[in-house]
């Protein structure tokens, strides 16, 4: 690509140090301190070693939970999962059984819950959010892990504002969604989620929204990262839920390349991510002819069942992980080739596939193979 060429940090050679912070055993006591303080705390708490990395399966230990702190957990994951079905069939129920009464009662009621208002990301309502109980109860729900190598995690910290890459979508992508709070609040970088337009008007799932999302809607992107708010962003998108598969982990971002494109146009910073847990969290099951699939893209929603412990909207309790690759560094180009926008997608996925692989055995997924589709 010549002068325009991006550059990683480092390049994927041999890392010389392996880090995990293990945010489930994070006293709560550390998010009241200023965030200078709270850093030097969370470095304490960094586990570490040295170019051999870690130990296969070391890092598989589940956190401890109260059973208050579990029942409080699956409560609000039954609100946030189940509002989606629970409307879907009360709707049907509306249409096919209700009288004209019952009909409006449910119209206003869908209405009111896909449009009151919720904290914006960046709010004080949101930072509460973030370093709530219910937030460290989740983290142990979870047993939600960060892991990175070298000084990857500094690095993200000097070149705000970046994008995150953070596959694989999965029913829902929890490591994501906690990496919302993590990154803020344990490694102090400004960070929002992004997300489907959909998802923040639809009863129940949206309310996970509140910890500091925007739409993945190019423009709204470009607006959080001229804010220097970094941005993270699941590059599979709807298509990643209908590749769940138990055996392999399917990534469905070989030909979607609008992230390469954006990431180029505006000259912006790539971090490469894998979400390692989000494709067991539930159980689900669409069709084989693809039809689910094709009326979700169509519709720019997800239609397809799921279910997790006792065969409700209550996610399985899994071990869920964030690995954190190698900043790439992008240049800015306001008309990207089609030669450049391929360059730098392979180079993402080439990143992604060397996390992975970095870091499965340590926490009992070396039998794991990935796959990007």
Known sequence: MGENSFVGQGQSSRPSSYHALQLFSMPEEIYDLPME???????????????????PKCLT?????????????????????????????????????????EKAA????????????????????????MKSKLTQWMNKYF??????????????????????????????????????????????CPFAGAAANVVFKTPGLRYLMAYGCVTADRKDMQKALGRGQCVGILPDGVAGIF?????????????????ARLALRNGTPLIPVYSFGNTIAFSCWYDRWGILEAISRKLQASFFLYWGRWFLPI???????????????????ENPTSEQIDELHQRMMTEIQTTFDRHKDC???GDKVLEFV
């Open 37 to 55: 303080e709270r850093r030097q705390a969370v470095q304490k708490l960094v586990k570490s070693t040295g170019p051999e990395g870690f130990p």
């Open 61 to 101: 230990t589940p956190s401890a939970i109260s059973w208050t702190e579990e029942f409080a957990v699956m409560a609000a994951m039954l609100v946030c999962m189940g509002g989606p079905l629970f409307m879907f069939a009360l709707g049907l129920a509306a249409v096919f059984l209700g009288t004209w009464r």
């Open 106 to 129: 449910y119209l206003l009621l869908a209405t009111v819950l896909a449009i009151h208002p919720l904290p914006k990301a960046g709010s004080a309502l949101s930072g509460k959010l």
């Open 143 to 188: 047993s939600y892990r960060i892991l990175w190598c070298d000084d990857d995690v500094e690095t993200a910290r000097r070149s705000i504002p970046w994008i995150g890459v953070g596959p694989p979508h999965g029913v829902l992508p929890f490591a994501n969604m906690l990496s919302i709070p993590a990154i803020n609040e344990a490694l102090g």
């Open 243 to 259: 590749r769940t598969n138990k055996y392999r982990e399917l990534v469905a971002m070989k030909d979607r390349k609008g992230l």
């Open 315 to 333: 996610p399985y309790r899994v071990q869920i992980t964030m690995a954190i690759g190698k900043l790439i560094e992008v240049p800015k180009v």
């Open 363 to 365: 926490i009992g997924w």
